[in-house]
């Protein structure tokens, strides 16, 4: 990943290390058991570690900018993401402000900004305009200083909430942890310093909207063109974090490499099992990117545009255009870029940063699956049934094909992707469907001890009333000892929404609860029935 001093990447924000509600709530509780048995907790020590997601934390100037045929100039401190007056009456200005060098992601000269602090950072952009969730941050606001300083501040370990990219920030600053600290002391000190890790609306195989935003720009709702959103997605670095890859492909061991190679200066290979080649679309629904481009006889398969542009005659406009497809593989490793770099100028600045923070970085090469981090108490939240687009035709035709997944995501990251953190449930699972609101049990659904073998999906095979929102609870029945892994799947739960959601907050909070009960016996909340109280 890009590692400037660091001003925010992709919008990169703050981390705010705010005290959980569950700290909160069982101050007057004392130190009892957890529900599995193990030994005795303080939960009054626990403490709460927020990672953000994309683009929803605010950045204020740190210099003086005079914005010439505006009212409006920067000043220190004065708040440019987002500042939607600035933004709509000196767009040019602001744009200064808010766009990094491609290729070294530095500031622009006449303007530096960085991220806010605090939890107003990230509850309050522009009040009244964008009340998005999170928003993103880099891995060094995230080092172990933020959790050591949880620590001795709380006594206790944290609860760590990552939304949407935070969870990437988060895997990468596990992988930054293992090289950092003798292998013997890592799990120790994950045991020490964190008690829960809650993932929502994780993309763990990538968003294909990141595509999108990369080839022809997505404005989120901003008063902005498409090229505009365009051009300062593609300035920041850690845009490419969210691009979709290959499930089949993992990267090589950067353990090993540091060991017989040392750290630093080492290209990340990805490794391909034979799946990638049997199986269609690299394990997505369908190809991720088609193009149509001119055929242009006599010239070079990829002509530059301009000797496209001389050779060019009405005949030739009439022909048949070349399709070009991608995978998901292919657009992570920088083919899909590689092969329209000629027709599409910004590429050449993807290309560098996709070698130079993501293949070359020398910790991690996020683009690859992940495994369940080794931490005793993991969550995996989603929202799904909601349209989402799975990929992307370039053309005047819309002919699309692929195969259907069993569910649609959350409007902003496919299911598949979503739902890969089924892979870190046990061998034996306990699926439990029941109302998101008020229910007396009656409509719930439960099957116990269901096989699960990793890549092979788990499906509820259950029934839905009309109308009715449910959540469907998938918790492991058997696994590792000291370990829990639970995926919830809400349905209509909105990607950039699902954060403010009462539901949410209801279930992590019954979640704390039941794991600071002394009575509580079983290793997850039971749900036979909930009743809303005021």
């Known amino acids: 990943m890009p590692r400037r001093r660091l001003r925010r990447g992709d919008l990169a924000c703050s981390v705010a290390v705010a005290v959980a509600v569950a700290a909160v709530a069982v101050a007057a509780v004392g130190a009892v058991g957890g529900g599995d048995g193990g030994a005795d907790f303080d939960y009054r020590k626990l403490s709460g570690i927020i990672i953000p997601g994309f683009a929803s934390t605010q950045l204020r100037a740190w210099s003086v900018l005079d914005c010439p045929y505006s009212p409006f100039d920067f000043n220190p401190l004065d708040s440019v993401w987002l500042d939607t007056a600035k933004l709509l009456s000196a767009v040019n200005c602001w744009l200064k402000c808010m766009l990094l060098d491609p290729y070294n992601q530095t500031d622009h000269p006449e303007c530096k900004s960085r991220p806010d602090s605090g939890l107003s950072a990230i509850t309050e952009l522009d009040p009244g305009y964008i009340t998005g969730p999170l928003s993103s941050v880099w891995k060094e606001w995230v080092k172990w200083l933020t959790f050591e300083t949880a620590l001795k501040l709380r006594g206790g370990p944290s609860l760590v909430f990552a939304h949407s990219m935070g969870n990437n920030v988060f895997r990468y600053f596990l992988e930054w942890l293992k090289l950092e600290i003798a292998p013997k002391h890592y799990i120790r000190w994950l045991d020490e310093h ?101 055929t242009v006889r006599d010239t070079e398969a990829y002509p530059s545009i301009m000797d496209t542009t001389e050779n060019i005659t009405s005949s030739m406009e009439c022909g048949k255009p070349t399709l070009l497809s991608f995978s998901a593989r292919e657009v992570s490793d920088g083919t899909l870029f590689k092969t329209i770099k000629d027709w599409d100028p910004q590429s050449i600045g993807l290309i560098h940063q996709l070698e130079k923070y993501y293949q070359g970085d020398p910790v991690l090469n996020p683009l690859t699956p992940w495994e369940r981090p080794p931490i005793k108490n993991v969550f995996c939240i989603y929202g799904l049934d909601s349209k989402t687009e799975v990929g992307y035709y370039f053309a005047p035709s819309n002919s699309v094909t692929g195969k259907p997944n069993n569910s649609s995501g959350d409007g902003t990251v496919s299911y598949n992707s979503l739902s ?115």
């Open 420 to 534: 890969w953190c089924k892979n870190w449930l046990g061998p034996k699972v306990n699926i439990t469907r029941a109302p998101q609101a008020e229910h007396d049990g009656s409509d719930l659904q439960t099957k116990m001890n269901v096989d699960h073998h990793v890549g092979q999906g788990i499906l509820p095979n259950m029934t839905r009333t009309p109308h009715v929102k449910y959540i469907t609870y998938f918790e492991d029945a058997e696994s590792i000892l000291g370990w829990r892994t639970a995926v919830w799947e809400l349905d209509k739960a909105n990607h950039r929404n699902i954060v403010r959601m009462p539901v949410l907050m209801r279930e992590l909070w019954l979640e704390m609860w039941h794991d600071m009960h002394p009575d509580a016996k079983s290793k997850f909340v039971t749900k036979d029935k909930l009743m809303d109280t005021d």
């Open 194 to 294: 964190i008690h829960a890790y809650f993932a929502v609306g994780a993309p763990l195989l990538g968003s294909t909207e990141a595509v999108k935003a990369a080839l022809s720009g997505a404005t989120f709702g901003l008063p902005v063109s498409e090229g505009t959103a365009r051009l300062m997605f593609n300035a920041f670095g850690s845009s490419l974090w969210l691009m979709p890859f290959s499930e089949y492909c993992k990267a090589d061991n950067i353990y090993w490499k540091h060991f017989f190679e040392g750290k630093g200066g080492c290209h990340h290979r990805q490794q391909c099992d034979e799946m990638e080649y049997k199986s269609e679309y690299s394990g997505w629904p369908t190809n991720l990117v088609s193009i149509e481009v001119p």
